[in-house]
């Protein structure tokens, strides 16, 4: 192994690994390949895992940030001294119920309900003063904002967002050009005459009443990623009132399917055409290659690298690499890998 990198210097590969010999590896394999080798390890070892393989290239030519992620609701706020919070709320099962959830995160806390009926999710979410460490009920302010919802029908990755303000997507930490204004008594909003930009919606918070655009909701419209996305597919609103406590909004999203992310499941899911794992001595597999862990290898975007360290205890292990009948070693349909081998590569960790 160490001849490859001695010609062909890797920069997706430590170079502390680049001039000693792997432990184990399985490289540059031909078309509909298959191989395996044992290896055993003495004692409990830490162990370098880099492994290239071909994504299946309908997740390949998807963008990476929308994959693996459920439906969701996510608020971004930036208070008066320029500190931003971006809150993130993922439809998971985390009451066991398949209707219902809630959960504290980031410290806000969030109920969520899906009504089938309707077809739509009524979400309430707490934000306490003290997680935005400020005192805004005693000094009202205006807040930078934008709310974002987000729809997976697959359980494996997003297919549109939409947003209240701007058409960036603000999980890419955009500029927040939504405003929140605190005030003392209810007023209501001419859009015609705010002072905001053509592409910023106004929203008054009051004491526990608000008057926005539309029957006191805001509308959530632009589209920042997907295509053609139908009303009942996904569109949604919200409102927000405000007290001694924090922000309480409430989201409705119409969503004509629920898309959740399974966890425990999404490791185990390969989405590779070539790809590497371990077994252990019982046929077991402790690793395997997933999209959800890899990152662009350099060339066609289907070329992906696995760099990951894992622990593995004293035993007998089997090394294993298959290809199918296309973009192999020296037989490539699209553009390689930039790396000096196309396999799977294990070494003892070595610290930085």
Same mark, same amino acid.
């Given at each position: 192994m160490q001849h490859l990198f001695e010609n062909h210097p890797d920069s997706l590969v430590a170079t502390r690994y680049q001039k000693i010999e792997p432990i184990v590896s399985l490289v540059n394999m031909e078309n509909l390949e298959s191989r395996d080798s044992? =290896?055993?390890?003495?004692?409990?070892?830490?162990?370098?895992?880099?492994?290239?393989?071909?994504?299946?290239?309908?997740?390949?030519?998807?963008?990476?940030?929308?994959?693996?992620?459920p439906d969701d609701i996510e608020l971004y706020i930036q208070t008066p001294k320029g500190y931003r919070y971006d809150f993130i709320f993922p439809w998971n099962d985390a009451t066991k119920k398949l209707d219902t959830i809630s959960y504290s995160t980031q410290g806000a806390e969030y109920f969520g309900r899906y009504d089938k009926s309707q077809k739509c999710y009524n979400a309430s979410i707490l934000i306490?003063?003290?997680? *935005?460490?400020?005192?805004? +009920?005693?000094?009202?302010?205006?807040?930078? =904002?934008?709310?974002?919802?987000?729809?997976?029908?697959?359980?494996?990755?997003? #297919?549109?967002?939409? +947003?209240?303000?701007?058409?960036?997507?603000p999980r890419d930490k955009t500029p927040l050009l939504g405003m929140l204004q605190l005030v003392d008594t209810v007023i209501s909003i001419n859009t015609k005459n705010t002072v905001f930009s053509p592409r910023t919606i106004g929203v008054t918070l009051v @004491? @526990?009443?608000i008057d926005t655009t539309q029957n006191g909701n805001a509308q959530i419209e632009n589209i920042v990623f997907g295509d053609h996305i139908k009303k009942e597919d996904l569109s949604g609103n919200y409102k927000v009132k405000w007290n001694d406590k924090g922000l309480l909004f409430s989201v409705n999203v119409n969503d004509d399917r629920m898309g959740r992310i399974n966890l425990k499941e999404v490791p185990k899911q390969p989405h590779f055409q070539? =790809?590497?794992?371990?077994?252990?001595?019982?046929? #077991?597999? +402790?690793?395997?290659?997933?999209?959800? =862990?890899? #990152?662009?290898?350099?060339?066609? *975007?289907? @070329?992906? *690298?696995?760099?990951t360290v894992i622990k593995l205890k004293a035993g007998k292990y089997k090394l294993h690499y298959q290809t199918d009948e296309s973009h192999s070693w020296n037989s490539w349909d699209a553009p390689p890998p930039h790396t000096a081998f196309y396999g799977i590569v294990v070494y003892q960790f070595i610290k930085p």
């Open positions: 044992m =290896f055993t390890l003495s004692k409990p070892t830490d162990c370098q895992i880099y492994c290239t393989g071909e994504m299946d290239i309908d997740m390949a030519a998807y963008p990476k940030k929308y994959c693996f992620q306490p003063w003290s997680t *935005l460490h400020t005192d805004s +009920v005693n000094h009202p302010a205006s807040f930078k =904002f934008n709310i974002a919802i987000a729809d997976n029908d697959d359980n494996i990755r997003q #297919k549109a967002k939409k +947003v209240w303000a701007d058409y960036q997507d @004491n @526990n009443s070539d =790809f590497g794992w371990i077994e252990d001595a019982k046929g #077991k597999k +402790v690793w395997t290659m997933t999209a959800y =862990f890899s #990152k662009h290898a350099g060339g066609a *975007l289907k @070329n992906q *690298l696995a760099d």
